[in-house]
């Protein structure tokens, strides 16, 4: 996945640019900035990384992918963000959860390598509520040697969708634009 979103934007990277990604958003940016680099090409200016633990963290519902379809949705209802009308739509589930499994399973068999951290600034943003911990939020301090933020702001790991003006007004202040 990594890959394919590298090839997507590799050719736009030699203008001043930042990446903002959630929950295994966040961990495609991170490996698409060290894609970026190890190509030799301008780092990100900064990284906004929501919803997710440092890569070295480890998952806390681990084989999530592998659920009978009954604990599967419950599990997905529990970590939020799911609209009801997928939740409760037995047609909508069928066509969405290979896609979920797939995404859950990709970032359940992450296999961290530990790298030489960069000089990039983080700032990472959790949900008071949600399952990714202060800690290991403050673990992104492995991967740079710049500062990071930690930032939380009330409700689950879907908060994003309740202070989407909030992330954006933090984005736009950090970066000065």
């Not at 979103?5 to 966040?26: C, K, T």
Request: charged share 25%.
């Amino acid at each position: 996945m990594a890959a394919d979103i590298f090839n997507q934007v590799r050719s736009g990277l030699d203008e001043p640019y930042a990446f903002y990604g959630h929950s295994m958003g966040a961990m495609l940016a991170y490996l698409v900035t060290r894609m970026a680099l190890d190509a030799d090409l301008p780092p990100p200016t900064r990284l906004f990384l929501s919803g997710c633990g440092a890569p070295a963290s480890k998952s806390k519902m681990p084989g999530r992918h592998k659920l009978p379809k009954t604990e599967f949705w419950k599990a997905l209802k529990e970590l939020g963000g799911s609209p009801d009308e997928v939740l409760q739509n037995e047609e909508l589930q069928h066509y969405f959860e290979p896609i979920l499994r797939a995404d859950f399973e990709a970032i359940e068999k992450y296999d961290y390598q530990e790298a030489t951290p960069f000089d990039i600034p983080v700032t990472v943003i959790i949900g008071y509520d949600e399952f990714v911990t202060r800690e290991e939020a403050e673990q992104w301090q492995m991967e740079t040697r710049a500062p990071i933020d930690v930032i939380s702001y009330p409700g689950n790991h879907f908060f994003i969708f309740d202070r989407a003006f909030d992330i954006a007004r933090l984005i736009k202040k950090t970066l000065n634009v």
